[in-house]
C-alpha cells in the first residue's frame, strides 16, 4: 500500500466517524408511566421509526415514569424548548390550546372506534393544527384510553354512588365541570403526586385509562374499579417548534410518519391492555363493577352540555357526535 494510499483511506474513515458523531441529534422525550406501558410501546416505536426516517440523524434519549415531571411543566417544557418532545394525555393540553378542550367533555364519544375516527379525520387533524398557533407542533394523536373510576371506600354503580367522593382529577377545568355533575368533589393534582395521595387518603379516588391504573398500580392502593368510561383521554407527541424549524421538509414528514406509527402501536397496547388488564387488577385484589349503570351518569352530565355548548360551539358539539 502506498503512504498516500493509506493516508486518503484514514483520512476517509476519520471522516465518516466525525460525520457520523457531528450529525447526530439526540432529542429528550418524557411522558407519564413506564417504559413498558402504552406510552413507553408508542414512544418506542416513534423512536425508532424516527432514527430509521431521519437515515440516523435524528434519535431519542427516553424519559419514562414523569422524570421530566408531571405532563403540564412537559408540555410547557416543549413549549419553551428546554426539552424536545413528550407524548402526554391532552388532559392538560387545553390551559394552553383551549379549542382541545372540546374532547374532554364527558361522555362525548361512544366507543374507541368512534373517538379514533373523531381523532383521525378532519375534526382532529384540524385540532392537532390549532397548536401550532401556540408554540407546540402536534406530530400525531396517540393515545391514554377511556376512564374509568377507582376509590377506596365503596363500588360505584351509579352516579349517587359516586357522589361526595373526593376524586383527584388531571388539571382540567372541563372534567372538572363534568365530575361535578356525579356529585364528586374534583381535585386536580399532577400525575406524579397521585399514589402518594391515594395511599395517604389525601384523597378518596381517581380516575384513569386501564394501562394507567395497571402501569401505576393503583391495585395496591385503591380497592374498588368501575368500568365508567366516562370520558375518553386522547395523548399527542409534541415536538418543540425550536427542533421542527430546523428539520427538512423530508425530515419533518419522517417525523410526523414516525409519530403516526407510534400512535397506532400506542392504541393497540391500549386495546391489549383493556382486553387483559381487568383480569389482572382483580388478580391484585381490586372488586371490579363492570355493569355500571352509564345512563345515570349521562343524565347527570346531561344539564352541564348547555355549558359546554356555549363554550365550544353546539355545531361542533354536534359534529363530533355525527362522526361514525
Ligand atoms: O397520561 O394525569 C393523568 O391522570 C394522566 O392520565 C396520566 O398522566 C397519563
Known amino acids: 500500500m502506498t503512504t498516500t494510499f493509506k493516508t486518503t483511506l484514514i483520512t476517509a474513515a476519520l471522516c465518516a466517524l466525525a460525520g457520523t458523531a457531528a450529525a447526530q441529534t439526540v432529542l429528550k422525550i418524557g411522558y407519564a408511566t413506564s417504559k413498558e406501558s402504552h406510552y413507553g410501546v408508542g414512544s418506542t416505536v416513534f423512536c425508532d421509526e424516527m432514527e430509521k426516517g431521519t437515515q440516523g440523524r435524528y434519535k431519542c434519549q427516553q424519559f419514562p415514569a414523569s422524570a421530566l415531571g408531571g405532563e403540564r411543566e412537559q408540555i410547557e417544557a416543549v413549549q419553551l424548548g428546554t426539552q424536545d418532545l413528550t407524548n402526554t394525555s391532552t388532559g392538560p393540553l387545553g390551559n394552553f390550546v383551549p379549542e382541545t378542550r372540546i374532547v374532554d367533555i364527558p361522555f362525548l364519544f361512544r366507543d374507541y372506534a368512534h373517538a379514533r375516527h373523531t381523532m383521525d379525520g378532519p375534526i382532529g387533524q384540524d385540532l392537532l393544527k390549532k397548536l401550532q398557533g401556540k408554540g407546540l407542533i402536534g406530530l400525531a394523536w ?183
Open 142 to 324: 396517540t393515545e391514554n384510553g377511556f376512564r374509568h373510576m377507582t376509590n377506596s371506600k365503596r363500588a360505584i354503580m351509579t352516579a349517587s354512588d359516586a357522589s361526595g367522593l373526593k376524586l383527584r382529577t388531571m388539571e382540567n377545568k372541563v372534567h372538572m365541570e363534568g365530575y361535578k355533575t356525579f356529585g364528586l368533589l374534583p381535585t386536580p393534582m399532577p400525575f406524579p403526586e397521585l399514589f402518594t395521595a391515594l395511599q395517604q387518603g389525601t384523597v378518596d379516588g381517581q380516575e384513569n385509562p386501564i394501562p394507567v391504573i395497571l402501569a401505576s398500580k393503583f391495585s395496591q392502593v385503591q380497592k374498588h374499579l368501575s368500568l365508567t368510561g366516562h370520558v375518553y383521554s386522547p395523548a399527542v407527541i409534541l415536538l418543540s417548534p425550536a427542533v421542527w424549524a430546523k428539520l427538512s421538509e423530508a425530515d419533518k414528514k419522517a417525523f410526523v410518519d414516525a409519530a403516526q406509527k407510534g400512535g397506532a402501536a400506542q392504541r393497540k397496547k391500549v386495546n391489549d391492555d383493556e382486553a387483559n388488564g381487568i383480569a389482572q387488577l382483580k388478580k391484585d385484589g381490586m372488586q371490579v363493577i363492570e355493569k355500571v349503570d352509564g345512563e345515570s351518569f349521562r343524565k347527570a352530565v346531561a344539564p352541564a352540555y348547555a355549558n359546554f355548548a356555549k363554550e365550544f360551539g353546539a355545531d361542533k358539539i354536534a359534529a363530533i357526535q355525527a362522526v361514525k
